[in-house]
């Protein structure tokens, strides 16, 4: 790959001649200051508020969820997911091993052991038929549970992950899920705005979690949603992460371990106005990658992008596939040395010194993928 050349492609089509340019930065021209200063001045910054509720309200309206659940991040949301799913303690839950460390640390948080299956090359999520071989090889079914014949473990949950938007294929999911009565959960962090086929991403499974960090689509500063068809886990969602307070006019009964997860009204004010221009703020993005890829095309070099009949992309992160991992980091010292922002996709969490002894498959994709994959500048301008 001549590196100077798509330096010099990716500053044109950001319109960026020289000055750095960042892998994602958040936009805010719309009603951002108005609603944060609402806030401010209402003294109505921090637990409740109405954004909070109006947010709420919005997602549930776009997902056409029963209800949505804000909090803090993402991270909380996928935990509280995990948690109503019904994973506890020393039990397993199936996910990928080529995603963000917060996927495998929420299973972590409630003492239940990840198991790292593979990854579809086309989706760059967890793959149904790994899935399925897995369940095949160690599922031994137990009444209405399901145990993993080599560490005589419960399976809990299958909880795959919506990589930069790349909807997984969840028709053959759902069946995989519902052959094996195992509870899907979807970790849609990076896939709020997504749809597999006209469904919207998080929906599909019995609960499931979108993030609002800085660097996403939309933002809140630092934000979660929980979203959920079933109305009385999300209502309970809600309960448990207001540190479940019993309601009273001035006692504090609170009858059981609650978490103090939920979303500042303050943040909540940033998202509703981030919220309003979201489908925006996507057509740019989708307009940036079409300016990729008429040039990737042309030199011959390999700009992901998600299966067209399935997903509706919000076209979170871009990334290019390089052929080996010693041109990926070529490729990678070369842009960030010439302030061109560019990242690989994660380590596999089993690299890491706290997933190591965890179950894994093959991987063969997942290794493929993570030897290869660099995500480029794919924020739009302010
Ligand atoms: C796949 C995935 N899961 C979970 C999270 C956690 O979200 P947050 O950063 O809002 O805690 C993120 C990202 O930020 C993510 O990319």
Redesign the pocket.
Known sequence: MDHKATIRAIREINGVPSDFIPLHAPVFRGNELKYVSESIQSTFVSSVGKFVDEVEKWVARETHTSKAVAMV???AA?HISLLLAGVQRDEEVLTQAL??V??ANTIHYLHAHPVFLDVDRDTLGLSPSAVESFFEEFGERRGADVYNKSTGRRIAAILP?HTFGFMVHMDEMLRVSEKWGIPLVE?A??AYGCEYKGKPAGTMGVVGAY???GNKVITSG?G?ILVSKNEEMATHAKYITTTAKVPHPWEYVHDETGFNYRMPNLNAALLLAQMEVCDDLIKEKQLLFERYAEYFSKVGIQLLSPPETTTRWNYWLMAIQTENRAERDALLKATNEAGVMTRPIWKLMSELPMYKDCQTDSLTNSVFLEDRIVNIPSGVKG
């Open positions: 991040n993402g991270t996928l995603t963000f917060a996927t992950m970790d962090a990076e993030s609002f960090n630092g979660g």
